[in-house]
């Protein structure tokens, strides 16, 4: 039994030195082969708020014509691309309303300031829509967001100025809603 017993013990000890332990300096302290990576977190799209508007943007289609027509007072046709991501409806009555849309490869840091020195004159500061917003001395409303810059134009003649200040920030909203 003690021939067992010794060889048992041996095996122990035999075992116990390949295990390594962090002693000695042979092969059995290599370094154990690195872990695998963890697997990277599932790609999730960025929040709407941080999108940017696609560059195939269709500004007629922003706002519809009945938005345009509770905000003109008056039905209107369809819009018309106006060219450079404009459109303008147009009322039986004479009124109009146009919308320029500036976004994606349009949109620079200084795309708003440009706007807003083109309307220079007596600007007077809008708040409650946008990062910032003023109305240009003509009556264009510009709004700015970090995303676009709107532009709105309403030209409704038997209008108070004020009517037409309410109906470009109905249609600035609405075009902002479906950015």
């Known amino acids: 039994m003690t021939r067992i017993t010794a060889l048992l013990v041996?095996?122990?000890f035999a075992l116990a030195g390949c295990a390594g332990g962090g002693q000695g300096g042979g092969?059995?302290?290599r370094a154990a082969p690195p872990a695998p990576p963890a697997p990277a977190p599932p790609a999730t799209a960025p929040p709407a708020t941080q999108?940017?508007?696609p560059d195939d943007l269709e500004t007629c289609e922003l706002v519809t014509t009945a938005e345009i027509g509770t905000a003109?007072?008056?039905a209107v046709g369809?819009?018309?691309d106006s060219g450079l991501r404009g459109c303008t409806w147009k009322a039986a009555s004479g009124a109009t309303a146009g919308i320029q849309v500036f976004a994606g490869p349009m949109l620079t840091p200084k795309t708003c300031e440009a706007q807003k020195a083109l309307v220079s004159g007596r600007e007077e500061p809008v708040t409650g829509i946008g990062d910032s917003a003023l109305w240009g001395s003509s009556g264009d409303l510009i709004v700015c967001t970090t995303q676009v810059v709107i532009?709105?134009?309403i030209d409704n003649t038997p209008n108070s100025p004020d009517k037409d200040r309410e109906a470009a920030l109905a249609v600035a909203r609405a075009a902002l809603?479906?950015?």
């Open 51 to 53: 999108q940017r508007p």
């Open 177 to 179: 809603g479906r950015l």
């Open 78 to 80: 369809d819009g018309e």
């Open 27 to 29: 092969e059995e302290d």
């Open 151 to 153: 532009k709105v134009d």
């Open 10 to 12: 041996a095996t122990v």
């Open 72 to 74: 003109l007072g008056s």
